[in-house]
């Protein structure tokens, strides 16, 4: 066998594993602030899915309170419970064909306000020949998921005024099929 001497510096003495310990050190620190970055960005997702969510319940529960066959049936001048009425002639509640997704409504009512005069910025636009019917919808909705304390993690109201047009010369009916 070669006997091979080993050649030592006085200088270079384990300083490999002094830099391979400090690169271990950066690269632990760089992972764990990918890991808590990562980790927030995804929880602000869920978070706002949920939100989303809860808002599009809403939107959708406008939507159907303006669908034809609500307004057709809806008591002039009266109001129309989404939660607790059911739908004429049937024993479905009308939120039960709201697709609520993973939000639940707590509270709706369609109200009919009445004919009226077209507001002034539409009235421009269409002169005397129209006229208007007016409605407040107010809906709130909650989210399915609750946070430690039991409560729905996101809720959201919203407090509408919607107007529908109608031709004046059609005296036999004041609301419209078709939105204005």
Do not use: Q, W
């Not at 809806?74 to 479905?92: Q, Y």
């Not at 399915?144 to 509408?160: Q, W």
Request: glycine content about 10%.
């Amino acid at each position: 066998m070669l006997n091979v001497a080993k050649r030592v510096c006085a200088g270079e003495r384990g300083m490999a594993l002094i830099l391979a310990i400090g690169f271990l050190t950066i690269l632990s620190i760089v992972g764990a602030l990918v890991i808590r970055v990562s980790t927030e960005d995804l929880t602000k997702a869920g978070l706002e899915r949920t939100e989303r969510e809860v808002f599009y319940a809403v939107d959708r529960a406008v939507e159907y309170s303006m669908t034809r066959g609500l307004i057709l049936s809806m008591p002039v001048n009266g109001t129309v419970d989404l939660i607790n009425d059911n739908i004429d002639g049937t024993a479905t509640k009308h939120h039960t064909v709201i697709d609520t997704g993973d939000s639940v409504l707590d509270s709706g009512s369609v109200a009919d306000l009445g004919p009226n005069d077209l507001p002034a910025a539409a009235a421009e636009l269409f002169g005397d020949e129209f006229g208007a019917n007016y409605y407040h919808v107010e809906v709130k909705s909650k989210s399915t998921r609750l946070d430690a304390g039991g409560n729905p993690v996101e809720e959201t109201h919203v407090d509408s005024s919607i107007v529908r047009l109608f031709k004046r010369d059609d005296d036999t009916i004041f609301r419209t099929s078709r939105g204005g």
